[in-house]
């Protein structure tokens, strides 16, 4: 593996700040073949931001990361199956690909990636991508395609959202629009929104995400009453329970 032209080592793995071209936290792990970007920043001119070599590599993102390249080079270039994730945000620009897939597969899961080249998220035509739970931008020069070469596109958990009625067209091989016309201008891809739902009923209504801050806006409920899934706990401040039909829930 390469960042921003220089191989990671046991002697810089631990901090891949050290890099010129590199700034906030970066390390690597090998044994659990995690890249780990924390409000970090890659830039080059010169190479490609970052380029792996390594089957499994996992790019962890938190906090606000950007890979920038002002030269003919990949933002970010997986050789082998590459999975990019984590709470955070990656930015990725380029003059070529921004986020290439070379090789090997590509999976995006549970974070906020933006993708901006002469081509947005591409790969070499056998490669497959998974997006899964994850909020993308990606988008091409306008001559090229935002979203393409890939031999399969599956979505988990998201759906495209820019341009209404964008698919995954297996002869293009590549995000079209409900014409069936190449896409090389902004592809939107937004996580679809899960609202859990606990085995915990209030005056007969569930507890889910949307009611469980305030759950004295169900009928028959006054005071302050919450519930915390994480603890497990339903909190009652001066509350008062009225419901008079029987039965379950």
């Given at each position: 593996?390469?960042?921003?032209?220089?191989?990671?080592?046991?002697?810089?793995?631990?901090?891949?700040?050290?890099?010129?071209?590199?700034?906030?936290?970066?390390?690597?792990?090998?044994?659990?073949?995690?890249?780990?970007?924390?409000?970090?920043?890659?830039?080059?001119?010169?190479?490609?931001?970052?380029?792996?070599?390594?089957?499994?590599?996992?790019?962890?993102?938190?906090?606000?990361?950007?890979?920038?390249?002002d030269?003919?080079?990949?933002?970010?270039?997986?050789?082998?199956?590459?999975?990019?994730?984590?709470?955070?945000?990656?930015?990725?620009?380029?003059?070529?690909?921004?986020?290439?897939?070379?090789?090997?597969?590509?999976?995006?899961?549970?974070?906020?990636?933006?993708?901006?080249?002469?081509?947005?998220?591409?790969?070499?035509?056998?490669?497959?991508?998974?997006?899964?739970?994850?909020?993308?931008?990606?988008?091409?020069?306008?001559?090229?395609?935002?979203?393409?070469?890939?031999?399969?596109?599956?979505?988990?958990?998201?759906?495209?959202?820019?341009?209404?009625?964008?698919?995954?067209?297996?002869?293009?091989?590549?995000?079209?629009?409900?014409d069936?016309?190449?896409?090389?201008?902004?592809?939107?891809?937004?996580?679809?929104?899960?609202?859990?739902?606990?085995?915990?009923?209030?005056?007969?209504?569930?507890?889910?995400?949307?009611?469980r801050?305030?759950?004295?806006?169900?009928?028959?409920?006054?005071?302050?009453?919450?519930?915390?899934?994480?603890?497990?706990?339903?909190?009652?401040?001066?509350?008062?329970?009225?419901?008079?039909?029987?039965?379950?829930?």
């Open positions: 593996m390469w960042v921003a032209g220089t191989q990671v080592s046991d002697d810089n793995r631990g901090d891949l700040s050290a890099i010129d071209g590199v700034t906030g936290q970066v390390s690597y792990n090998p044994e659990t073949k995690v890249l780990r970007l924390q409000d970090a920043t890659i830039t080059s001119s010169s190479a490609i931001g970052i380029r792996s070599a390594i089957d499994g590599l996992t790019i962890e993102v938190a906090g606000t990361n950007s890979v920038n390249i030269g003919p080079y990949a933002a970010i270039q997986g050789q082998q199956a590459l999975t990019i994730n984590g709470n955070g945000t990656l930015n990725t620009q380029s003059q070529n690909c921004a986020v290439f897939a070379f090789g090997g597969n590509l999976t995006i899961e549970n974070c906020t990636l933006s993708a901006k080249g002469s081509y947005g998220i591409s790969a070499s035509y056998s490669e497959t991508l998974v997006i899964r739970k994850a909020n993308i931008t990606a988008v091409g020069n306008g001559e090229n395609g935002s979203m393409c070469d890939f031999s399969n596109i599956t979505l988990e958990d998201c759906s495209i959202t820019q341009p209404v009625g964008g698919h995954f067209d297996e002869n293009q091989q590549s995000i079209v629009d409900a069936g016309n190449y896409v090389t201008s902004e592809v939107k891809i937004e996580a679809t929104k899960v609202t859990n739902k606990y085995e915990l009923y209030v005056a007969g209504t569930q507890v889910t995400d949307d009611n801050e305030d759950l004295s806006a169900i009928e028959g409920v006054t005071g302050q009453m919450s519930y915390d899934p994480q603890t497990n706990t339903l909190t009652l401040n001066n509350v008062n329970i009225q419901f008079t039909t029987g039965g379950f829930p």
